[in-house]
């Protein structure tokens, strides 16, 4: 049971990244799955999810920029993020059915 996360990268701000999520040894589609960023000496915080029936929660500061989807095909799901500000620099982990995938960098430069 695993979970890989990447796609992470360095954009300047303003700019666009999707991160990816990838599941192996179960299933993603019946479970919520959730973003949470780490911003460097801070505590990991809740970005976005999507539920099981693909609703989806962001915070008020991600909402209109990011947004979540699932690819039920590749067990995968993927977190677009547009618009970037240099605040949302960290390392963005997904979070599936107890499961932490290991973190990809994000830089958004000024």
């Known amino acids: 049971v695993q979970l890989q996360a990447f796609g992470g990268g360095l954009v300047q701000a303003g700019g666009s990244l999707r991160l990816t999520c990838a599941a192996s040894g179960f299933h993603l589609r019946p479970h919520s799955i959730a973003w949470f960023r780490q911003a460097s000496g801070k505590e990991r915080e809740g970005v976005v999810c999507?539920?099981?029936?693909?609703?989806?929660l962001e915070t008020e500061a991600a909402k209109g920029r990011f947004t979540m989807s699932r690819d039920s095909a590749k067990n995968t799901v993927y977190l677009q993020m547009n618009s970037l500000k240099p605040e949302e620099t960290g390392v963005y982990y997904c979070y599936a059915w107890g499961q932490w995938g290991q973190g990809t960098q994000v830089t958004v430069s000024s």
């Open positions: 999507i539920s099981g029936t693909d609703r989806i």
